[in-house]
Each structure stands twice: as C-alpha cells, then as structure tokens.
C-alpha cells in the first residue's frame, strides 16, 4: 500500500500538472471491473454527468485519499487502496494493464486510474458534504499536514501504552507511516520497537518526533521508495529513491551503516521490524 509519503508526492505532481485543466471526458473502461472502482456510483453515466466539462481548481489530500476541487461544486477522491496508481499521460499512450478509469482533458492529454487488486476507489461528492465524509476522518495525526507540538506528541504516546512500532503503525493515531518509515523513524531515533510508549524518557520523545518529521520530509524530496516491498510509480511514472537512503529496513544480515554491528530482523505480535540491536535500546 502507498504509505503517507507517496501519496503526498502524488498529490504535489498533480498540483503541478492538473490545476486549471477542464474535464473533456470520462472513460470507465469495458472488460476491466471497472465498476468495482467506482462502486459508489450505480451507473457509469452518474459520475460521467458529475465531471464531463468541469475544471480542477485545487488539489488536496486528507490521509491517504487525494482530493481535485471542481468548479461544479463537486469533489473528486482518489483512493489508490493497495496497489492504485495515478499516471499523466497523452492521448496516444498505449495503456498499461489494468487502466481501470480514463480522465481525459481539452488540453494536455489524460489522467489514468491503474489498479490491478480493484481496492482503490474513485468518487465523487459535493464540495458541501466532504466534512460529514468518514473516508475523511479517523485520524490524530497526518505528519505532513498537522504540526503538533512535541508536548503534545509526548502526552499522546504516554496515554497509550503500547509498543512503539505497534502504535507508529496504528492508523488511527498517525495516518499512513507503514513498515518502511516506521522501523526507519525508529533506527533514527534510537527505539528499539518493542519498546513501551509510556516508559520513554522526554530525551526518548524528543528524537521520536525529530526523525518522524525529518524522515518523512525528506522522504518526500526523494519522491518516496520504490523497492521489492513497495512497487510506487509517480505521476508519470517514475520510481521514488528514497530506498536508496533506508539505514535498517530489508537489510538483514547487512552492517549498519552507523556502528558496523549487524542487522536483525524480529518477529512479534504478528509484525517484523528490522533494526539494530547496539543502536537501539
């Protein structure tokens, strides 16, 4: 599943790219279940009628769903679930396997919906019902959205009780960090990830957040990590680079690239975490 940071790259490519753009036409397409994409909606011709002819005025995201503001007072989101990408192309780009839904603009080319588990989504509602959506809710924090002050990042975690990869991975907690950035936070920090959240000192804390808003931040700049456990494409394409700055995750066996001692990898309540045992404590 794209984690926080991929879907924010996502979002900025099509701020750049969409914004200004009017919807000529939409293309759910025949012979691909596109229907399960676009579940809420019964008929092809009920989200057809909601975008042919509107043009995107924002781009914004809540979590991991990416929202495109339309003049029509409606809103178009885009969940990419499990596997989803969204890709810029033009008209005569052949299209890749499993192009679900075609976004087709009067000028510059077209947006492509490509899914191949069908988890994703796409929908549209009013502009003046997107508070009371639950799709948006369900979430303390979004790292690259919110700046929550340390103190209150402390009192949250003392109040919870619970390992600290267990609850960095907890959604409804911080929206979108998943196993990649969360063992990498915890290296940074110096956290083993068993470790219990109410028994860290202020020290502890203060490192934990530093990392969590470092990381992800420059996680972003590198456009995300494409690697063997996370196959991301940007909007047009492109694989990130982060992974080539990852210091514990997927490095079993390897040396750290910080005290030499070697990287392990644990299982526990029904996750693995890779870390350094003389780094983290």
């Not at 025949?30 to 019964?42: D, E, S, Y």
């Not at 885009?78 to 990408?85: C, E, I, M, S, T």
């Not at 075609?102 to 509602?125: A, H, N, Y």
């Amino acid at each position: 599943m794209p984690a926080l940071v991929e879907v924010e790259v996502v979002r900025r490519d099509l701020e750049k790219e969409i914004i200004g753009r009017r919807i000529k036409d939409i293309e759910i397409r025949p012979g691909t279940n596109a229907m399960k994409v676009v579940r809420r909606h019964g008929r092809r011709k009920d989200l057809q009628d909601l975008l042919a002819g509107a043009k995107v005025e924002s781009v914004g995201r809540a979590g991991r769903l990416i929202w495109l503001e339309l003049d029509n007072e409606q809103v178009l989101l885009v969940d990419l679930g499990g596997a989803g990408q969204l890709l810029k192309t033009s008209a005569s780009d052949d299209f890749a396997p499993h192009t679900h839904i075609v976004i087709g603009f009067t000028i510059g080319g077209q947006l492509r919906f490509v899914d191949p588990s069908r988890k994703g989504e796409i929908f549209v509602t009013p502009k003046a019902g997107m508070d009371e959506l639950e799709d948006l809710k369900g979430f303390m924090i979004d790292p690259l959205e919110q700046q929550v002050a340390w103190q209150q990042f402390s009192q949250i975690l003392d109040d919870k009780s619970a390992p600290m990869k267990q609850l960095l991975l907890d959604e409804s907690f911080i929206v979108g960090l998943g196993d990649i950035y969360t063992d990498e936070i915890l290296f940074a920090s110096g956290i083993r990830y068993d470790r219990l959240s109410d028994k860290l000192s202020s020290q502890d804390v203060r490192r934990i957040y530093r990392a969590l808003m470092e990381i992800l931040q420059d996680a972003v700049k590198a456009r995300g990590v494409t690697n063997s456990a996370q196959d991301f494409k940007d909007l047009h394409g492109d694989g990130g680079q982060y992974q080539l700055e990852l210091k514990v995750f997927d490095r079993e066996g390897e040396s750290c690239r910080r005290c030499r001692n070697t990287i392990v990898r644990e299982k526990s309540g029904g996750m693995e975490s890779y870390f350094c045992p003389q780094c983290q404590s």
